[in-house]
């Protein structure tokens, strides 16, 4: 049993430093507005923005954000989601 638990601790912590390594963990998201908010702890979903599918880019959708929301609150901007949609966020 003790075998098998570290062979999987293993390869999870292998595939952990792989998915780092090569990026897959880096978000693409847009500091956008007055101030950002980099950290994911600073920050809370404030809404949509945009057609959906969003086929701009980051920079497009804190752009699109910027106008609806207006800055503040609006500091990060992100296409994200398996549907591709702008999501704005704002500082908590």
């Given at each position: 049993?003790?075998?098998?638990?570290?062979?999987?601790?293993?390869?999870?912590?292998?595939?952990?430093l792989?998915?780092?390594?090569?990026?897959?963990?880096?978000?693409?998201?847009?500091?956008?507005?007055?101030?950002?908010?980099?950290?994911?702890?600073?920050?809370?979903?404030?809404?949509?923005?945009?057609?959906?599918?969003?086929?701009?880019?980051?920079?497009?959708?804190?752009?699109?954000?910027?106008?609806?929301?207006?800055?503040?609150?609006?500091?990060?901007?992100v296409?994200?989601g398996?549907?591709?949609?702008?999501?704005?966020?704002?500082?908590?």
């Open positions: 049993m003790a075998k098998n638990l570290n062979s999987i601790s293993f390869t999870v912590c292998l595939l952990v792989v998915m780092a390594s090569t990026g897959i963990l880096k978000s693409e998201a847009q500091t956008c507005g007055v101030g950002g908010c980099p950290n994911l702890v600073d920050r809370v979903f404030w809404g949509e923005c945009g057609p959906a599918p969003f086929t701009g880019t980051n920079a497009e959708c804190c752009a699109c954000c910027v106008t609806k929301f207006g800055s503040p609150p609006v500091c990060w901007a296409v994200e398996s549907d591709t949609h702008c999501h704005c966020y704002k500082k908590k």
